[in-house]
């Protein structure tokens, strides 16, 4: 049995990546920033309301800080899409559509194929299994991981393809909401 998956790389689905990247193997790293950067939020608030006058002014000095702490903010909410965003931008011309191949027959490698090339991808290399309502996210490094839209599985169902993927490469499958 042989599983297909085509996959269209847009913001939509590389910041799915961002967020199974961000919700795995980077979750320490995530965890510290945010905390890092709530503190700093925190800290620039308090120091623009503290003044060494009884009456508060707005001044330039302010208005930076603010718009600092509000920049942090927005890159929290919006953290996902920026990275997907940003990743995509990064992508070689080629590489925006992917039809990968899962062999059941042969229990090492995958085949993925783009406009620029065809390549085989060995499943001991896979770190983490993540999946979404809609994606399985194979995750190799905290840089790097490819994305299988399940609307597209063809070959047998998705609940087969998650047996056979944790069967093949020893991998629990982590949903990520």
């Known amino acids: 049995m042989k599983f297909t998956f085509e996959t269209e790389y847009n913001t939509k689905t590389m910041s799915v990546m961002a967020k199974s990247l961000r919700k795995t193997i980077r979750k320490k790293h995530s965890r510290r920033s945010h905390i890092f950067g709530w503190i700093v939020v925190i800290l620039a608030v308090m120091l623009s309301v503290v003044s060494d006058t009884e009456s508060f002014v707005v001044d330039f000095k302010k208005v930076i800080t603010w718009a600092a702490a509000l920049a942090i903010i927005v890159s929290f909410v919006f953290e996902d899409w920026l990275n997907g965003y940003f990743a995509r931008k990064r992508m070689l011309k080629g590489t925006e559509k992917s039809i990968s191949t899962f062999d059941t ?28 309502e809609r994606y399985f996210v194979f995750i190799f490094s905290e840089n790097h991981a490819q994305v299988y839209d399940k609307v597209s599985i063809s070959g047998g169902t998705v609940d087969e393809f998650r047996e056979f993927i944790s069967k093949v490469t020893n991998k629990t499958v982590v949903f990520v909401s």
């Open 105 to 132: 027959e042969i229990a090492t490698a995958f085949i993925s194929e783009t406009a620029i090339g065809k390549s085989e991808f060995s499943y001991d290399k896979v770190a983490q299994i993540a999946e979404t």
